[in-house]
């Protein structure tokens, strides 16, 4: 079993999400788009390269810019009335947390 997303939520409720909606769910949409494209294994073996040279640290740090950047930006996106559970942060991908 599993929680309902906001979208299925309104989906069986019979309501409609207006335009804020609509454009919290398209900001929500790019942040998704961001991080599944670093989730793939290309763009994830050049952080994975640079921890085996000796460059972890700044790998993670700028892991971690790109996560508070993208929690930032698609916590607007859900006060607009967007879903942002769907997004899978690369961070949480790489780093485990």
């Given at each position: 079993?599993?929680?309902?997303?906001?979208?299925?939520?309104?989906?069986?409720?019979?309501?409609?999400?207006?335009?804020?909606?609509f454009?919290?769910?398209?900001?929500?949409?790019?942040?998704?788009?961001?991080?599944?494209?670093?989730?793939?294994?290309?763009?994830s073996?050049?952080?994975?390269?640079?921890?085996?040279?000796?460059?972890?640290?700044?790998?993670?740090?700028?892991?971690?810019?790109?996560?508070?950047?993208?929690?930032?930006?698609?916590?607007?996106?859900?006060?607009?009335?967007?879903?942002?559970?769907?997004?899978?942060?690369?961070?949480?991908?790489?780093?485990?947390?």
């Amino acid at each position: 079993m599993r929680d309902l997303s906001n979208n299925e939520i309104a989906s069986v409720s019979g309501g409609s999400k207006g335009l804020l909606a609509f454009i919290g769910d398209a900001i929500i949409d790019g942040v998704k788009l961001t991080n599944d494209v670093f989730n793939t294994h290309t763009v994830s073996a050049v952080g994975q390269t640079a921890d085996k040279i000796g460059l972890g640290g700044l790998h993670h740090a700028l892991d971690s810019v790109g996560y508070a950047v993208s929690k930032i930006v698609a916590g607007f996106g859900a006060l607009l009335g967007g879903d942002a559970s769907r997004v899978d942060y690369h961070y949480d991908e790489e780093w485990g947390a």
